[in-house]
């Protein structure tokens, strides 16, 4: 137990929210991450009113009742993003642990409860240009923009039946991090020395956001079943620091840093509507339908160029044969989806998309443990209007472990 527990805590001190590089991070908090598991990254992203026995439920805290195991499950994603634009082009790849939860029976079959840590945000961008100065040939300014860091969400959820069908949830995420973001400038000319100037803006974040759900199962069959569900967040306050940093260096000696101003933030999260439904047979195959609007328009700052957040996603998972044990491929679990996202930054006037396609299966082990992967193929933005496209690529590979922990043996 000692040496699981320091498993565990290495994970969390080696949890990262990076993503490999994308222009688009360097607006607002980040790009904006997936809250489910992998095996709901393989469905497309499906999980508001989708749930399952065989996995964590966190996109839904209410489906948390159907975790009738204990059920512990990590996962790390591995990501390549090649963007395109005008006189511009280039790759980048990263990865990092990214889902990490348990999942545990307090009351079976009337309340489960789960904690876990999942990215809420990843800020990862490098940019570069150059070119003369207005009004002045002689000059060439060139400038250097990075950013770094993201926010992690450390939640606790708990789902409770209220009838034989209708089940509620509250999640509590502690939400916390930093980003990092720097700015350096430079001037040069025949006869002038170069004249360097470097911005650091570092933000840290840590501020409690809830998150309220309902699920309900109409019953068709012994083993099909029609589910819906949905799920709200209220507008929070999200507080935090910002200190700035000015650096000035010329001929490569530096001449003055000074903190130019050391701030307290005051944002807020957005209002979070989801609505999700799935047909299921149990143990056979799930269609799953989410949808999920973010109000991000509502808490913009002056500053900020900001539209509504909204996704829908569609998916499916089946299993071949069940009780097949001839064949271990029949009894793996399959899944296929498609997303499409409309990101709450607008940049040059216009609004971003993201479109997904996403595959994944579950290969059993070990009584009804999982080994779990995912992939993704998408594209963000476009190469046209002042605009930039990240064609990306995302490997997702995870274990799942179900058990009967800590229920006490009523026969040695």
Known sequence: MRRFSASILSLLLGFGAMQAQSIYSFEGL???EHQGMPNNYGMGEVGIGTPTIWHVNSQNPANLVYNTFSTFQLGLEVENRRFTGEDISGDDTNGALRFLAYAFPVMAGKWSSSFGILPYSS????????GPVDGDNSITQTADNRGEGGLTSLYWANGFRITKNLLVGLRTNYTFGSIDKESVISLS??????NTSSFDNQESYSDLNFQFGLAYRIKITEKKFWNFGATYSPSTDFNGTSRLSLSTISSGSEINEREVSNTSIDRKLPQTFGLGASYQKINNITIGLDWELQEWKNVARPNDAFDNFSKIALGIDWIPDFDDVN?????????????????????NGQSLTDFGINFGASFPVSGFSSVDVAFKIGQLGESGNGLIRENYFKVVLGATIND????????D
């Open 189 to 194: 000319g025949t006869g002038l020395p170069t």
């Open 327 to 347: 064949s271990y491929f029949q009894r793996a679990r399959y899944a296929f989806g498609v997303n499409r996202t409309r990101l709450p930054y607008v940049v």
């Open 404 to 411: 009967r922990w800590f229920i006490k043996r009523r026969y």
């Open 30 to 32: 980040g790009s904006l």
């Open 123 to 130: 800020v990862n961008y490098n940019t570069f240009s150059e």
